[in-house]
C-alpha cells in the first residue's frame, strides 16, 4: 500500500465485474466533485453549471470530454465530506452493468485526476479519518464475505461497535491502573494514596478470558468447519453428500471407485458454514494410477479436516479398511456415520462401537433420508459443544484479534503476579502498558502501518 496519503482522489468500481442490472464507479477525495463535473451531462445542456444536491441522485450521462461522445446514461450522487463513508467528499456514479461501460467511465475518472484505490483503500480512509476503528473496518469486509446469517449478524454487530466497545472499556480500566504505576513512579509515597492495583486488573482477565472463550466459536461461524466425508469405496460417501445437501451433486453408482476425486461444497447448518469434502473411497491397494492419485487426495482432505466423518456400510461385516481409515483419523474430531439402515444390518455391533469408540455412532440412511436430522444435530453439537450464543456478547471471529486478546490476558496476568510478589511499580507497569498496546492493536489506536497494510490488501478494490 505504501505511503499512506489521503490528500488525493482515488476511484475504483465498486460492483463485481461481469453482466448485472447495475455498475457502480466511487470515486473519493478532494477532486472527486470536480471530476464529476468534468464527466456528467444533464438531459438538458446549458452553459450554466450543474448544480448537484447532496446525497439526491441524479439522472444523466458520462461522456468522453474529448469528443462529447456519450459512454452511459447513469445515475449519480454526491456525499460531500464528512458525511460520507470516508469522510471526504465521495461521488457514486452508477451505470448500466456490464464490463465494458463500467470500465470506460473508470478510465476516464483516472484520466481527469483520480488515481485508482489500492484494495480496501476506501475503507482505511475511513479508520484514518476517524469514521470507524480497525475492529470495524475488518467488519466491513467481514460482511462482505459472510456465508451465513449468523456470520452476517456477527459481522454487522462488530461493525455496530459492539466488540470495540467491550475492548475500549477494558482498555480504559487498564490506563487507570497504568496512570496509578506511572504516578507511583514519579512521586514519592506520601504524595500518592494507595490504590487497589488487583482487583482492578483481576477484572480485567475475567473479562478478557470471557471473550477468549468464546472467540473459537466466533471463528467457526466466520470460517466455517471442513468436513471430510471419508470410507472405504462404496460405503455410500457420494450419497450422505448429496443427503446433506438436499440434492444430486455426486455421481452415485453401485460400481465400487466411482469417485476419483475430492469434490466440495458448503451448506449452511443453522449458521455453521459446513465445509463437506467428499472423498474417493480409500483402500490399501487402489487398482490404477487414477485411484491412486484420488486415495491421496482423501487423505490429504482428511489432514485438513477440521472434522471427520467415518462412513461404514452396516449392511455388510466390517472390513479391515473401516479400521486402517479410523486409525487414519487418529484423534480428529470425529463421528462415526452407520449407513445403509434401510437395508438389513450385517455389521457386528461390538465391532462398529470399536471403531473409534469416543466418537458419536450415527445410524442412517442415505438413500431415504433417515437418520440425517439426528447426524446434523450430532454435528453441531461435536461443533458448538452445545454452547448458546446471546446477541448482546460479542463473539470474537477474527484470529488476529484473538491473538491480541490472549496477548493482553497473559501481560494482566503477569502483572497481577508480579504486583503480589512485591515487584517494583515500573517493572508492573511494563506489562500493564504491554496489555494496553495489544488491545490497542484490535480498535486500532496502536496499529503500525505493517499492520494496517496487511489487513487491507485483503479488501476487495472499491471496498
Known amino acids: 500500500m505504501g505511503v499512506l496519503n489521503l490528500d488525493d482522489t482515488i476511484a475504483a468500481i465498486a460492483t463485481p465485474l461481469g453482466e448485472g442490472g447495475i455498475g457502480i464507479v466511487k470515486i473519493s ?10 464527466l456528467f451531462s444533464p438531459p438538458t445542456r446549458s452553459t450554466a453549471p450543474f448544480s448537484f444536491r447532496p446525497r439526491q441522485l441524479h439522472w444523466g450521462y458520462i461522456r468522453d470530454p474529448r469528443d462529447g461522445n456519450i459512454v452511459d446514461e447513469v445515475l449519480v450522487v454526491v456525499m460531500p465530506a464528512p458525511h460520507s463513508y470516508t469522510r471526504q467528499d465521495v461521488v457514486e456514479i452508477q451505470s448500466h452493468g456490464g464490463i465494458l461501460p463500467v470500465r470506460r467511465i473508470l478510465e476516464l475518472a483516472l484520466t481527469y485526476g483520480a ?35 449468523a456470520a452476517l449478524r456477527m459481522a454487522v454487530a462488530q461493525l455496530g461497535g459492539q466488540l470495540s466497545a467491550r475492548v475500549r472499556l477494558t482498555r480504559a480500566q487498564l490506563l487507570n491502573v497504568l496512570a496509578y504505576l506511572e ?51 462404496n460405503v455410500g460417501k457420494s450419497s450422505l453428500l448429496n443427503a446433506l445437501l438436499r440434492g ?39 487398482q490404477d494410477e487414477v485411484e491412486r492419485i484420488g486415495v491421496e ?26 479400521f486402517e481409515i479410523a486409525a487414519l483419523i487418529g484423534e480428529r474430531p470425529a463421528l462415526v456415520v452407520i449407513n445403509k439402515s434401510d437395508l438389513p444390518a450385517q455389521a457386528e455391533t461390538n465391532a462398529v462401537l470399536s471403531i473409534l469408540p469416543s466418537a458419536p455412532h450415527i445410524r442412517i440412511s442415505a438413500l431415504t433420508g433417515d437418520g440425517i436430522a439426528e447426524l446434523e444435530a450430532a ?31 497473559e501481560h494482566v496476568l503477569a502483572a497481577i503476579e508480579g504486583h503480589r510478589k512485591g515487584l517494583s511499580a515500573d517493572l508492573v507497569a511494563i506489562d500493564v502498558r504491554e496489555a494496553v498496546d495489544a488491545l490497542g492493536e484490535i480498535t486500532g489506536e496502536t496499529a503500525t502501518a505493517d ?10 478494490i472499491g471496498k
Do not use: W
Open 29 to 38: 477525495g478532494p477532486a472527486a466533485v470536480e471530476i464529476l463535473h468534468t
Open 115 to 149: 488515481r485508482l484505490a489500492e484494495p480496501g483503500e476506501m475503507t482505511l480512509r475511513a479508520f484514518l479519518n476517524g469514521r470507524i476503528d480497525l475492529a470495524q473496518a475488518e467488519a466491513v469486509r467481514d460482511i462482505v464475505q459472510a456465508r451465513t446469517e
Open 183 to 233: 504516578a507511583s513512579i514519579d512521586f514519592v509515597e506520601d504524595e500518592i494514596p494507595p490504590q487497589d492495583v488487583i482487583t482492578p486488573l483481576g477484572a480485567v482477565a475475567d473479562a478478557l478470558a470471557e471473550l477468549l472463550a468464546a472467540a473459537d466459536y466466533g471463528m467457526i461461524y466466520r470460517h466455517g468447519v471442513r468436513t471430510a466425508i471419508v470410507g472405504r469405496p
Open 248 to 286: 444430486d451433486r455426486a455421481i452415485v453408482t453401485p460400481i465400487p471407485g466411482t469417485t476419483r476425486d475430492t469434490l466440495e461444497e458448503t451448506i449452511n447448518l443453522q449458521g455453521v458454514p459446513l465445509v463437506l469434502v467428499d472423498t474417493a473411497g480409500i483402500r490399501a491397494h487402489p
Open 297 to 322: 487426495r482423501s487423505r490429504a482432505a482428511l489432514r485438513q479436516a477440521d472434522l471427520a466423518l467415518l462412513v461404514l456400510d452396516g449392511s455388510c461385516p466390517l472390513e479391515a479398511a473401516d
Open 379 to 409: 454435528i453441531l453439537e461435536k461443533v458448538l459443544g452445545g454452547h448458546v450464543f446471546t446477541s448482546d456478547m460479542p463473539l470474537v471471529s477474527n484470529a488476529r484479534h484473538k491473538a491480541a486478546l490472549s496477548q493482553a490476558r
Open 451 to 460: 499492520l494496517l497494510e496487511t489487513i487491507f490488501s485483503q479488501f476487495c
